[in-house]
C-alpha cells in the first residue's frame, strides 16, 4: 500500500516560511569549528539545535566529547543526538548530519554578507551552512514539525546523530559512534542509516549515492645536504634532491591519468555488464565537467568513461612539495630536503596495505635507479578506505521511492570520488545498510564563497525525507543486505 | 725593482686598533639596504665615508641615483665616487665596494649583536658587514691613511667606488657605471679594475679570482582547468598539470648533474692540458666540500673533479615549483597551474642566447611527448653572463706578487661558481682587465648569522691592497689583455 503523503506535503508547503526562517536563524550563528575563537558560536548552535528538537517533542542530550586533541583548555562541541518515538513494532533509522561549517569571510569573495540568509528572484538561498549541512539537519527537524501539523504520526523510530566538528575532521565522533552501536548504547536499534551531506550530480535530477573511492596519502621525502645550497656555489658538485624527487615523481603517473605502479591497477574490480550498464542512464555530459573544469582538459572523451574514472578506478594526484621554493620570482637555491605530497583514490577491490607495499616498493626501485647517495623515506600519512553499499537494499529502493513521488522522476544511482569517513564508521559500527540522500545541489558550493541552497532543493528536499521514512516502514525486509 | 713597503706595513701594524675603530663604527650603522625603513642609516653610512675620505684627502662625490624604481618617494642611497691623485705618469686603478648589508636580527641566532663589532680571543670580528663589505672597503681608506702615516706616496691613482644597493640588487648602478667610464666621466681614466667583495676558498691561503659562471634562470608554466580541484572530485577525469611538470622537470638533468638537454654540454669549452694542470695545486680537500655540505652527498669523488664542476661546467638546478601545495601535511588539491622553475649555471663558450633555445626546444618537445591537453610557457627569467678574465694580465700577475709579499705563499688562482654581475659591468664599461681581490675567508658566513671577519684578514689584508697598487705600478705592461 502506497503512503498516504498528501496531508504530509501540504503542510510542508504551508510552513515553507517557518521552514526557510529557521534555516536564517541557523545561518546567523557563525558555527566555524576551525576556528578556536568561535567555539563558542558552534556551542550556541548545539544550543539551537537541542531547544529545536526539544520543542518537537524530542527526547535530545548534548553529549560531551572531552578536550579537542592537543588543545586541553578547549572542549570540542558536543554531538546532539535525540531520539523521536520508540515504538518496537517500528523500524528505527538512524540519520546523520553536522552543525558547523566551513570559514567564510565577506572579503572572500562574498556577494552578500555569508551569515545573513540571502534570497534571490531564483530562490537561491545564499549563506555558509546552507546546503552543507544546516539545511539537511533542519530539513529532519521539519519533517517531525509538519508531521505534527499534518497530525500524520511518524511511521518509523528516527534516531538523530548531529556533530559540530566535521569541517575540522569529525575530531572524536568514530570512537562516539563506536560505543553508542554497541549493546545498550543511544544508537543500538538502527535499523539502517542515512546521510545527508552531499550533492546531486547535477542540477535537476536527485540522485541516492551507493559509494565513495577511499584515499590513500604518501609522502617522498628526499634528503641530502645538512642545510639548503646556493646554487652558484655548490651547484654540480653536491646531489640535488629536488632533481631526484622530480625523477621519482614523474614515474607514477601518466597524463591519461594511468597509474604506473606496478600491480595498482591489478587489484581492481572489474567492471560486470551490470555495472556497465548503469552509466548510460545517468544524468550527466561532457558540458558539464568542462564548465566545472573550466577548460577542456579532460582526460576521457565519454561521459560513460568520466563516471567510470570518477567513481570506479583509482587515480593518483601529486599535489606538490615541500621544502622547494614556491614564491613567485627568482630564488637560486638547492633545497637541501624535499618532501614531495601524492595520493591515491582507492576503489574496490583495492587493500590499502597492498597498495602503500606496491607504492613503497616502486618508490624505492625508482630511486634506487637513479644511484643517489640522498637518502630517501617514503611513507603513508593517512589512508581513508573505500566504500561501496548495495543499492538494492530496502534502505535504497524505499528512497527511491521517495524520490520518484516527490520529483517525478527514478534518481540516478551514483558514486562519489571523493571520501566522507563517517560513512564507513557508521555502517562499521551499526552492520547495516548506509544511504547517502543528497538534498542540495551541484551548483551549491559548498565548501566555497556564496554557499547557497535553492529553495527548491530545501522544501522538496524536506518533503523527500519524510515520504523516504514512509517508504522505508512498508519496505519488504528480504533486501535486507 | 722591488717595491719597499717595509715603513708602509710598518705603519699598518701601528695603526691596527685604530682601522679596527674604523670598521666598529661603520658596523655600528645598520645599512641594510633591503629594510626601506632603515634607508637613513644606509644614508647615514655614506655620509661616514665621504667624511672619512675628506679626511684622508680624496676627492668625493655623493652621487645620486634617483628614486627607488617602483618607490617615487624613496631615493636610492648614493654612489660614493672618490679620487686619491690625478698624476698622468701614474697608472690609474678604479676599485670597487659596498657600503650596505644584509640585514640582521639578534633573534635569527647571533650569539652578539649584530651591529656591535666583538671581537674573540682568536681575533675572530664578529659584526653584520664585518667581511660583506665594509672590511675590505675601509681597507682601501686604511692604505691611504698607513701611507700618509709612513710618509709613503701612493704609486698609482685611485678611484673609488662605493655603492649603497648592492644587497638589494645594484638598483641603478649599471647606468651609473656605463655613464662614468664613457669620455669625461669619473672613471674614465682607469686602467684596470679591482674589486674587494668575494673570499678565499678555504681559510689559510689567499686567492685571486679570474672566473665566475653565468646563470640563465627559466620558468616552466603548466596550466590546465580554470581553479584549483579537489582530487576526490576531479581526480582521474582531468588532465593535471603537476603530473606533467613532474615529468618534464625529470628530464632535465640526472643525479650525477649531467644535463640532459641536447646541444648544452656541447657548448662547453674544453679543457685544455694547461688549465687542467691548474687544479692539482688549489688549497682545498673533499672534506673541505664535505664539511660545507654536512653531508657526504656529492657528486664527484676528486678535488679536481669538484673544482672543475663547480668553475668550468655547467649545471642545472630545480629550485621549486609555484602553485603546488608546499605546506606541512596533506592537502588533496589539483594545482590549476603550477610554474617549475630551474636554473642554469653557465661558462665560456656558452652563448645565453643558444641555451636558450636548447631549453626551450627540450622542454616543448618533452611536454609534446605527453600528449597534454594542458598549456605550456617555458621561458628566461633572467639571464646574467659568465665572466673569464685572463690571469696573466699585469693586474693579476701584480696581486700575485703582493699576495706572495705579505702572505709569504703564491695564491691560488680560482674562479667562483656564482655571478658578481658588477664585475662584467665593468669589464664592459671600462674595456678593462678586473680582478677579483678577496680579503675574507670561506668561514666568514657573508649572509647569514655571526658573520665575521678575522683581524688577520682584515689588517694583512690591508696589507695587501696597498702592496698590490705598488705592484701593480711596477708591472711591465706587455701583459695587458
Not at 166 to 192: H, V
Not at 275 to 285: M, P, V
Not at 433 to 449: E, K, R, Y
Amino acid at each position: 500500500m502506497a503512503p498516504q503523503l498528501d496531508n504530509y506535503f501540504k503542510q510542508v508547503d504551508t510552513l515553507a516560511e517557518t521552514f526557510i526562517d529557521r534555516l536564517r536563524a541557523a545561518v546567523a550563528i557563525p558555527s566555524i569549528s576551525a576556528d578556536d575563537a568561535l567555539r563558542p558560536e558552534v556551542v550556541r548552535m548545539s544550543s539551537f539545535l537541542v531547544k529545536e528538537l526539544e520543542t518537537l517533542g524530542c527526547t535530545v542530550e548534548a553529549r560531551p566529547l572531552g578536550p579537542q586533541p592537543g588543545k586541553p583548555h578547549l572542549p570540542l562541541p558536543p554531538v546532539i543526538v535525540a531520539r523521536y518515538g520508540s515504538d518496537k513494532a517500528k523500524r528505527t533509522i538512524l540519520v546523520y548530519g553536522h552543525y558547523d561549517v566551513q570559514p567564510a569571510l565577506k572579503e572572500d569573495g562574498w556577494n552578500t554578507d555569508p551569515f545573513t540568509l540571502s534570497i534571490d528572484e531564483q530562490g537561491r538561498m545564499y549563506g555558509r551552512g546552507s546546503t552543507d549541512d544546516k539545511g539537511p539537519v533542519l530539513g529532519w527537524l521539519n519533517v517531525l514539525q509538519a508531521h505534527k501539523a499534518a497530525g500524520t504520526e511518524l511511521p518509523v523510530n528516527l534516531l538523530m546523530c548531529f556533530e559540530g566538528m566535521e569541517e575540522y575532521g569529525s575530531e572524536g565522533l568514530d570512537d562516539f559512534i563506536k560505543q553508542e552501536c554497541q549493546k545498550g548504547g543511544f544508537f543500538e536499534e538502527a535499523d539502517a542509516v542515512c546521510i545527508s551531506d552531499n550533492y546531486w550530480l547535477g542540477t535537476q535530477k536527485p540522485c541516492l549515492t551507493y559509494g565513495l573511492r577511499g584515499c590513500n596519502y604518501y609522502s617522498v621525502e628526499i634528503e641530502g645536504p645538512a642545510q639548503d645550497l646556493h646554487s652558484g656555489v655548490f651547484g654540480g658538485t653536491a646531489q640535488e634532491p629536488m632533481t631526484d624527487l622530480v625523477r621519482v615523481l614523474g614515474t607514477l603517473v601518466n597524463t591519461d591519468g594511468k597509474i604506473q605502479i606496478p600491480g595498482v591497477n591489478e587489484m581492481v574490480a572489474p567492471v560486470t555488464e551490470e555495472e556497465k550498464a548503469l552509466y548510460g542512464a545517468i544524468s550527466y555530459t561532457m558540458d558539464d565537467l568542462h564548465e566545472s573544469l573550466g577548460s577542456q582538459t579532460t582526460m576521457q572523451d565519454s561521459k560513460e568513461q568520466t563516471l567510470m574514472a570518477r567513481w570506479r578506478y583509482p587515480t593518483l594526484s601529486v599535489h606538490g612539495v615541500e621544502g622547494a621554493f614556491s614564491a613567485p620570482g627568482a630564488k637560486t637555491v638547492i633545497p637541501a630536503k624535499v618532501i614531495g605530497k601524492f595520493s591515491i583514490r582507492t576503489v574496490p577491490d583495492m587493500e590499502s596495505d597492498k597498495v602503500d607495499e606496491a607504492v613503497f616498493k616502486h618508490v624505492r626501485s625508482e630511486f634506487q635507479k637513479l644511484g643517489s647517495k640522498n637518502k630517501l623515506n617514503v611513507s603513508l600519512q593517512h589512508a581513508g578506505p573505500w566504500w561501496v553499499a548495495s543499492p538494492k537494499h530496502w534502505n535504497f529502493s524505499a528512497a527511491g521511492k521517495a524520490v520518484q513521488k516527490v520529483f517525478g522522476v527514478a534518481p540516478d544511482l551514483t558514486r562519489e570520488g571523493g571520501s566522507i569517513p563517517v560513512t564507513i564508521t557508521f555502517e562499521q559500527a551499526t552492520g547495516k545498510n548506509v544511504l547517502l540522500l543528497p538534498m542540495g545541489s551541484s551548483t551549491d558550493a559548498a565548501h566555497s564563497v556564496n554557499e547557497k541552497l535553492d529553495r527548491r532543493n530545501y522544501i522538496e528536499g524536506t518533503k523527500l525525507l519524510g515520504a523516504y521514512l514512509h517508504y522505508v516502514a512498508e519496505e519488504p525486509m528480504e533486501n535486507g543486505r
